[in-house]
């Protein structure tokens, strides 16, 4: 399996890691049987990252992965995100030291374990210096109880005050052949620090599968619902984009995931993407990308086949948005 590490001196892992925020009903429907075999072929098929969050269905994920994964736990890398609280309005910031303390110990006893390999604050509270945050991360640290500190949704700015605190191991945020505002600013600085980037949606919410179309209907609950990008005006922009990728693709004798997820670890091997996936047969579809070699002039066509300003419309409602560091 090809293999990476987190930040200079973390543990060999797999290029690909397994994003599980669907598994507990993100995007519709939840089918935690197929979830849970999915988590396991993916561990069998040699993927280590498993990444959650203790708000992904109110820490319904966490307890998923927890259960299943923990007659395996020296084989995986543990992954999860906190600092955002459900609110009626949405999701809100909540970094406060004590609020990190606090879910902290609530995530170590879903996940079955007694330490989270990477700990990431999910989103920056404006109330709360980061540097305050970050310190109490590295407390958690300093008593075995995290292994290492990541960010998201982070600006460059953000991510040099934070790494005076401590050294930060990766930023988690979305990335994608039709999302690279982070390629500006944030990426170099990354890589001068030597930390990795784990890349989010990398198959831009499913939409760059070619799975969505303009006639699909979201099921209750799906985040995609609410979002401009999948809507409206702005989804039938962005079908042009995925039906070119899908042209692509069958040149090459792939599926348009298959490319998409080639292209981002085409980027470099401190790339990690982590593509969602409650089903095995998308996890293996995912999994045939680590083989396929994009050349240059492959390369070049997709960059042309995608605008210069990526997909058309918001990524996030309003609300959303404003909860990104920028």
Known sequence: MHSTTIGPDGPDMCRLGLGCMSMTGSYGTADLHEATATVLEALDSGVTMFDTGDFYGDGANEELLGQTLAPYRDRVVLATKTGVRRTVEGLAPAGSPADLRRACEASLRRLRTDHIDLYYLARIDPAVPVEESVGALADLVAQGKVGRIGLSEVSADTLRRAHTIHPISAVQTEYSLWERHVENDVLPVLR???????????????????????????????????????????????????????????????????????????????????????????????LAALDLHLTAIDLDDIDSAVPDTGAQGARYSDHGIALIDR
């Open 192 to 286: 001068s620090l030597g930390a990795t980037l784990v890349a989010y949606s990398p198959l831009g919410r499913g939409l760059l599968t070619g799975a969505v179309r303009a006639t699909t209907r979201y099921e209750p609950g799906d985040f995609r619902a609410t979002a401009p990008r999948y809507n409206g005006d702005d989804l039938t922009a962005n079908l042009a984009i995925v039906d070119a990728i899908a042209r692509l693709a069958t040149a090459k004798g792939a599926t348009p995931a298959q490319v998409a997820l080639a292209w981002l670890l085409a980027r470099g091997s401190d790339v990690i993407p982590i593509p969602g996936s409650s089903r095995r047969p998308h996890l293996r579809d995912n």
